[in-house]
């Protein structure tokens, strides 16, 4: 089953339930031959900070041993991301399979007028997922209420009940202590239930679990903490307290007050199912980034996205919001019709300037109407057709030291969200293979695979847009004689992939025409003349072996923006898989920094800890004393290079950017949450890699639908959390991550298709030298020297911006080969 029947089987079931319960789930899984079984369960419920207190216990339980799920509501971009097992979404090929399992039942169900549910089957796609990929601890956020929601299915052994307010009333209750009843249906028979709720909510919640666990800034409280302020405009500073653990001071990515009451629930759910330490806790909750929370995506002006849908979610925002300071206030807003727009609006400053829209779904309020509710007082009201076509008007009129502020829903959020996470993806077409699987990997139908694969044989770009704007760009592509397909996808909260196909000029007419386009298309345009360089002399751009170099922006600091720059790697440790203790000698390292900047290197790649598989941990202070004397003597001795640091330790990186270190080399991806902060004050270039495990494990199964696509997805995540804490991306080099869970195949399709990562705007790193995959072709571990020449001509002529290698001399030379046939009138000129 194709994934875009399977997603269209899911949004066609339907929303609600006329009889609750959890019958129908129960009744989906034992169908599904109860595959949750093996596994335990943490449910979150409450009105407000569900979904940001699961992140937190998730993320915690992830610096242990166990192999944790994750399943929350709603999406942001794709239905898959409610659902994630050690971060990473259910994959479109398991999403399929389940539909193919689940839907005789489903059907057979229906016939009776008793089908599941959109939610209670997603809930079942969940469990069924952890199933199959044997998670020890799987996290749910609850639904609606929890006595009869679809997560109530399972037997918990710890949960939790956030905060209460008045909510689906329709539902659970008229008043504050029935909807608390209702939530509090949620307590393991186990252990205590743990709490946020406070006054006749905490009341209500005793009578109905009984044994309770408190957690409050009251020093009354079971579990105490304290809010201690924000440390930078993305961080804040959380002190927890018990009487059994004693006191731990913590960071979180998630502000408000209210937020490190959530953190401390927390901590107590995560201690009740594992044995954590305190330090586990600390980064645990540190690294437990939530998108569209409070999430400062900009400082200048102060853009802040936050999907508060209710009176006492937008109390919070604005509580937060206090915080900073900035001039006039432009409020982004779009709101779906059921919500208390009235209470919404009193619960924030009024803004100086409002920009009513609607997020693309049939249950949008009117723009006209949120703009008379959230901009009665407001200086200016501008409605707007979409949420992107505000947010641009928005950002042009915000001074630098204003705010610009989107929230309303968790949909608004996901649409304004888009300006900093869409990607267009080009795609290089040699033959009609190519462009069947291009067209088939965006979920077209067979039918137009079939009608539409031989247009696609020129330029070829694939992105993801609002289902409105999907339309609008195949009509205009139409319209100036291009092909367009669209998934097969219906849409719903989905995003949809695109696939454009024409000539140059096609593309520039498009681009014309979009630039006064509907649903904040002026944008696209712009990303369009970016991703195909259309303002640039045909024939050059991101498929030259110029890489980056040709963008007029790019920062002429790093040796990548002038060609695919060399990294020559230097490890000073005794036992990396290559070189393992031929240079851990001060004299020797320096001597080989020497010998490689002789051969034309431009980065030496320091680095004092192995990350190959079995490697031993090396504490901060023995790799500070390997790498930071090496660093000193390379810069005291003068040598024109930038000196790269290879490490994920943030303690690590410092001292070296203090040692005159140029750049860091994470090849952990942001793993120390502390990294892209130190990067930033440093000024410093920071590579990003994409990595399952850090040494690798070689026993971990990692599944992909499309391994460059699944990589892409998860960069521009990592990008976008570096340029929040003030990296700027021209500064940003991204790492595919060859060998780093992945199999030889997986690492020679990524090398193959490095070109598509120029989607991404940062410079693109390849790090495959003597690599196991070399393997798969017959190269034995001490004869893989030819073969990782070969690679590095062919990531050059694709467009790598960096090649990190062990053998310089042979590797410069591959790169001025590749140079020399693709601009050989450069030759001439020399």
């Known amino acids: 089953m194709q994934y875009h029947e ?47 207190t699961a992140r937190m216990v998730e993320s915690v339980l992830r610096e242990t041993d166990l192999t944790v799920g994750l399943f929350t509501s709603p999406h942001l971009e794709d239905v898959r991301e409610r659902v994630r097992v050690d971060g990473r979404k259910v994959t479109r090929e398991a999403l399929g399979e389940f539909v193919e399992e689940a839907k005789p039942h489903v059907s057979a169900r229906a016939a009776d007028g008793e089908s599941p549910t959109f939610f209670e089957t997603m809930t079942a796609l969940a469990l069924w997922y952890f199933g199959e990929r044997e998670v020890d601890v799987a996290v749910l956020e609850v639904g609606i209420g929890g006595k009869f929601d679809a997560t109530s299915v399972v037997d918990p052994a710890a949960s939790a009940v956030t905060s209460v307010t008045l909510e689906h009333t329709g539902v659970l209750g008229d008043t504050i202590a029935e909807i608390a009843t209702d939530k509090a249906h949620v307590a393991p028979a186990d252990a205590p239930l ?34 201690e302020g924000r440390t930078n405009h993305a961080e804040a500073a959380v002190g927890i307290e018990t009487d059994a653990d004693g006191a731990l001071d913590v960071r979180i990515p998630l502000l408000g007050e209210y937020q490190a009451v959530n953190a401390g629930i927390a901590a107590t759910l995560a201690r009740q199912v594992a044995d954590v330490s305190d330090d586990t806790l600390a980064t645990g909750l540190r690294s ?4 569209g929370r409070f999430e400062v995506v900009s400082q200048e002006p102060l853009t802040v996205l936050d999907g508060a849908h209710n009176p006492g979610a937008f109390e919070g925002l604005a509580e937060t919001l206090s915080t900073f300071d900035y001039g006039d206030l432009h409020l982004v807003v779009g709101a779906m019709h059921d919500k208390d727009h009235r209470g919404m609006a009193e619960a924030i400053p009024t803004p100086a300037h409002c920009y009513p829209c609607e997020p693309d779904l049939d249950r949008s309020e009117d723009a006209d109407v949120l703009g008379r509710v959230f901009g009665a007082d407001a200086e200016t009201v501008t409605p707007r057709e979409s949420v992107a076509s505000a947010l641009d008007a928005a950002l042009d009129a915000a001074g630098s030291e204003d705010c610009v502020l989107v929230t309303g829903s968790l949909f608004a959020v996901a649409e304004a969200r888009e300006r900093w996470t869409r990607i267009e993806v080009p795609k290089t077409i040699r033959d009609l293979d190519d462009a069947e699987r291009t067209l088939a990997g965006a979920n077209v139908t067979d039918g137009g695979v079939a009608e539409l ?56 007419r498009l681009a014309a025409a979009l630039d006064d386009g509907p649903y904040g298309l002026a944008r696209f345009a712009s990303e369009l003349r970016d991703a195909l360089a259309l303002d640039a002399p045909h024939g050059t751009g991101s498929d030259t072996v110029e890489g980056d170099g040709d963008d007029e922006n790019a920062d002429p600091q790093w040796p990548w923006t002038d060609g695919t720059a060399v990294m020559g790697i230097l490890n000073v440790t005794p036992d990396s898989f290559f070189d393992g203790g031929e240079y851990d000698r001060l004299e020797d390292a320096v001597a080989r920094a020497e010998e490689m900047v002789a051969n034309g290197v431009d980065v030496v790649d320091v680095g004092g800890e192995s990350t190959r598989p079995g490697a031993d941990p090396v504490t901060v202070d023995d790799e500070i004393d390997r790498v930071v004397p090496v660093i000193e003597s390379i810069r005291d001795a003068g040598l024109d290079v930038t000196i790269s640091v290879d490490t994920r330790k943030a303690a690590v990186a410092d001292a070296a950017l203090d040692a005159g270190a140029d750049v860091v080399n994470d090849v952990s991806g942001l793993s120390d949450p502390e990294m892209r902060f130190v990067a930033a004050e440093h000024d410093a270039g920071l590579c990003v890699m994409h990595s399952i495990d850090t040494p690798v494990d070689p026993e971990n199964d990692v599944a992909y639908d499309d391994v460059v696509e699944d990589v892409l997805d ?76 070969a690679a590095t001509a062919l990531a050059a002529d694709r467009g790598a911006d960096v090649v990190r290698v062990h053998d310089v001399d042979e590797n410069v030379a591959a790169v001025d080969a590749a140079r020399a046939a693709r601009r050989p009138g450069e030759l001439e000129e020399d």
Not at 13 to 33: F, I, K, N
Not at 288 to 291: D, E, G, L, Q, V
Not at 762 to 767: K, P, S, T
């Open 6 to 52: 399977a997603a269209n089987f899911l949004f066609d079931l339907r929303r609600y339930r006329p009889s609750p319960g959890t019958a129908s789930t129960a009744r989906l899984l034992e169908h599904l031959g109860d595959p949750h079984e093996g596994c335990e369960f943490v449910q979150v419920a409450g009105s407000n900070g569900k979904g940001s």
């Open 194 to 227: 743990v709490t946020g709720a406070t006054g006749e909510a905490l009341a209500a919640v005793r009578e109905q679990a009984g044994d309770v666990v408190t957690v409050g800034t009251d020093d009354d409280a079971d579990v105490r903490v304290a809010y």
């Open 288 to 291: 437990a980034h939530w998108p």
């Open 453 to 508: 694969r031989s247009e696609g044989v020129h330029r070829v770009l694939r992105t993801r847009l609002q289902e409105r704007q999907a339309n609008a760009l195949k009509e205009a592509l139409l319209r100036v004689g291009g092909e367009c397909a669209v998934s097969g996808l219906d849409g719903n909260d989905e995003r949809v992939d695109v696939v454009l196909m024409g000539t140059l000029a096609q593309f520039e």
């Open 714 to 789: 998860q960069l521009r995540e990592q990008v976008l959390l570096a340029e929040k804490a003030g990296v700027a991306r021209e500064d940003i080099v991204v790492d595919p991550g060859l060998g780093f869970g992945k199999t030889p195949a997986e690492s020679f399709e990524l090398l193959g298709r490095v070109d598509e990562f120029a989607a991404l705007d940062c410079a693109v790193l390849v790090g495959h030298s003597h690599k196991s995959m070399f393997g798969a072709i017959d190269r034995d571990e001490d004869d893989r020297l030819s073969a990782t020449v």
